[in-house]
């Protein structure tokens, strides 16, 4: 027979990325200094889970986690806390009769882990993903608004998307 510890707070793969879209991990730099020099030449990022009021470290959940798609995440995550931003390179012609309308979108994420996707919201509607270039297709008379936001391999989302507004004719 084997001991085993039972711990109802055993989190699964799931707990850990809802947790990660709730934001609830964090990362602390532990510095690491030179025993020669004495000065400090790096430091260590140590990911913490604050869950429900007390800190979790690593040990806890990080093991978990491992040789799944979610421990790329999480250190895409720990070396890129900014998120893209996203630019409308192309639009089309405005105002216009046309029932459609097609527009070309860029994102950058500076020195982070790179835009993977983008999501295309029309008229205030929910964002959902999208490729550049995008085509709205069977536009009704009237004003359109169109926003894309990048989304970056460590799942940041652009927090001002692109928006451009289309004055129908
Ligand atoms: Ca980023």
Do not use: K
Request: glycine share 8%.
């Amino acid at each position: 027979m084997t001991e085993r510890a039972v711990n109802e707070d055993t989190p699964t793969l799931e707990n850990v990325r809802a947790a990660m879209d709730r934001g609830e991990l964090f990362v602390e730099y532990q510095p690491i200094v030179s025993l020669v020099t004495q000065r400090c030449v790096g430091a260590e990022a140590l990911v913490r889970w604050l869950r429900g009021g007390t800190i979790w470290p690593a040990s806890r959940f990080v093991a978990l986690i491992e040789n799944t798609p979610l421990s790329g995440r999480l250190t895409y995550w720990v070396i890129d806390t900014i998120a893209p931003d996203t630019s409308i390179t192309s639009m089309p012609p405005d105002p216009s009769a046309s029932i459609t309308a097609s527009f070309a979108f860029v994102g950058d994420d500076g020195s982070g882990t790179g835009v993977t996707a983008f999501e295309c919201s029309i008229d205030g509607g929910p964002f959902l993903a999208c490729t550049s270039p995008h085509t709205l297709t069977d536009l009704a008379d009237g004003t359109h608004t169109f926003a894309v936001r990048a989304v970056d391999a460590a799942g940041h989302t652009d927090a001002t998307p692109a928006m451009f507004t289309l004055m129908g004719m």
